[in-house]
């Protein structure tokens, strides 16, 4: 069955500081994603990736970066934490035809 | 760039009612859909997944497209309480991998 495990899965980080949010994928697909969801707006787009060594930016990339050394893992970057980016992240997994497959989302809390 | 809009923001229909939820997309080369599903902010569940014009059904869920329309809907047949969540309707392009999702419906089901 496809699997996306996201780590870790609670976090409580202070302004300014580096948090780093990992997602692994069993499924062996090409396309990896990385959302964030806050009431009222969904979940929206913060990078993406089609494959090893690629990263493209979604629609709010402004303040996080990402890193996709293996089909297998993508991780999603914040240098400088902000309380803005309080919310709740999703990493995700799919083909161009095929299902995508989400993790159970990682509950970041900047303070 | 794509804009995913779903309608309406809330719904609550009894119990073995039919209800329909409806999402309207703005790429017209956009060709692939998908109805997820969402339990107090957990994980998404997908439901139907539709890559060409007409209907797909997967159980009590349905799903039709018109692409000519930018319309793709869902409707629940025999709605039960535990249909409680909000769906969230996603759109992307084969070519692009960009998975861009609406802001979701609010879907509750009356005993």
């Known amino acids: 069955e496809a699997a996306v495990t996201q780590s870790p899965r609670n976090k409580v980080a202070v302004t300014g500081g580096k948090v780093t949010l990992s997602c692994n994928q069993t499924?062996?697909?090409?396309?990896m994603y990385w959302y964030r969801q806050d009431t009222g707006h969904g979940l929206r787009l913060i990078h993406y990736?089609?494959?090893?060594?690629?990263?493209e930016k979604g629609d709010i990339p402004d303040g996080y970066k990402a890193s996709r050394p293996s089909q297998e893992n993508f991780s999603l970057i914040l240098e400088l934490a902000t309380p803005s980016q309080t919310s709740v992240y999703f990493c995700?997994?799919?083909?161009?035809?095929?299902?995508?497959?989400f993790g159970k989302g990682t509950r970041l809390t900047v303070v | 760039q794509q804009k995913v809009q779903q309608s309406p923001e809330s719904l609550t229909v009894s119990e073995g009612a039919m209800a329909s939820l409806n999402c309207t997309f703005s790429d017209g080369t956009s060709n692939n859909f998908r109805w997820y599903r969402q339990h107090s902010a957990k994980g998404l569940e997908v439901l139907v997944s539709i890559f060409s014009d007409g209907e797909k059904e997967e159980g009590r869920f349905t799903a039709h497209l018109n692409r000519a329309n930018l319309h793709v809907s869902l409707h629940i047949r025999e709605p039960q309480p535990s249909d409680s969540a909000v769906y969230l309707c996603?759109?992307?392009?084969?070519?692009?991998?960009?998975?861009?999702f609406g802001q979701g419906t609010k879907l509750s089901i009356k005993p």
């Open positions: 499924n062996n697909h090409n396309n």
């Open positions: 995700a997994s799919g083909g161009s035809n095929t299902e995508v497959f």
């Open positions: 996603a759109v992307s392009n084969y070519n692009q991998g960009k998975l861009i």
């Open positions: 990736s089609y494959g090893a060594g690629s990263t």
